[in-house]
């Protein structure tokens, strides 16, 4: 399978100007080279997983930044604001698809597994498991960690633990069950 790079980099040069806030931009390319990787080993259309994947922040930039901490991380999280970003995400992807050679039907698809990207718990495709455990798959890299950590204030030690646990619920795939744990083991120095 290949990857036309230079399409997806378009798209992502169009998503750029919603990706400034909550590390955003670097959220998206981490979680963007965990969904080829999933991609390469389990199928799916890279059609639809590589341009949900780039878009399926975008409506961040849609909630208040002060809201931002109160809508996601391991604690109790306000479902309405997280809501908001699903939504409106949704249509700025739709507008900004529209912009691109995207198919029609690959842009319902598309809109649809962002606007339920963190607030189902269900993926009723292959390419909307591939997203969701992508998306998933940043916090446990190093440079996820190191930003979740802060910004959640959480001691890194029990953070790490805390996601040692999650592995087993949070995943669809097998094979992203397997790059967490071996994600983590990168992290040698927790207390750091
Ligand atoms: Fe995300």
Same mark, same amino acid.
């Given at each position: 399978?290949?990857?036309?790079?230079?399409?997806?980099?378009?798209?992502?040069?169009?998503?750029?100007?919603? +990706?400034?806030v909550r590390h955003n931009q670097v959220h998206t390319e981490i979680c963007y080279n965990f969904a080829q990787q +999933?991609? %390469?080993?389990? !199928? !799916?259309?890279?059609?639809?997983?590589? $341009?949900?994947?780039?878009?399926?922040?975008? !409506?961040?930039?849609?909630? $208040?930044? %002060?809201?931002?901490?109160?809508?996601? !991380?391991?604690?109790?999280?306000? /479902?309405?604001? #997280? #809501?908001?970003?699903?939504?409106e995400g949704a249509k700025i992807a739709a507008r900004l698809l529209k912009q691109t050679s995207v198919k029609e039907?690959? #842009?319902? /698809?598309?809109?649809?597994?962002? %606007?339920?990207?963190?607030?189902?718990? @269900?993926?009723?495709?292959?390419?909307?498991?591939?997203? @969701?455990?992508?998306? @998933?798959?940043? #916090?446990?890299s190093p440079e996820g960690f190191s930003i979740d950590a802060e910004r959640f204030a959480i001691e890194r030690v %029990?953070?790490?633990?805390?996601?040692?646990?999650?592995?087993?619920?949070?995943?669809?795939?097998?094979?992203?069950? /397997?790059?967490?744990? @071996?994600?983590?083991?990168?992290?040698?120095?927790?207390?750091?």
């Amino acid at each position: 399978m290949s990857y036309d790079d230079d399409k997806w980099n378009e798209l992502f040069e169009l998503a750029k100007p919603y +990706l400034t806030v909550r590390h955003n931009q670097v959220h998206t390319e981490i979680c963007y080279n965990f969904a080829q990787q +999933l991609l %390469e080993k389990l !199928g !799916g259309d890279p059609e639809i997983v590589m $341009p949900a994947i780039i878009l399926h922040d975008v !409506g961040w930039s849609a909630v $208040p930044t %002060e809201q931002h901490l109160l809508a996601f !991380g391991p604690r109790k999280i306000d /479902e309405n604001i #997280r #809501r908001i970003h699903e939504v409106e995400g949704a249509k700025i992807a739709a507008r900004l698809l529209k912009q691109t050679s995207v198919k029609e039907e690959n #842009r319902l /698809e598309i809109c649809r597994i962002i %606007e339920s990207h963190d607030s189902s718990e @269900k993926a009723i495709s292959l390419e909307e498991k591939i997203v @969701k455990d992508a998306d @998933k798959l940043f #916090r446990f890299s190093p440079e996820g960690f190191s930003i979740d950590a802060e910004r959640f204030a959480i001691e890194r030690v %029990e953070y790490r633990k805390m996601l040692q646990q999650f592995i087993k619920h949070w995943f669809f795939t097998d094979l992203a069950k /397997e790059i967490a744990a @071996k994600e983590l083991q990168k992290i040698k120095n927790p207390q750091l």
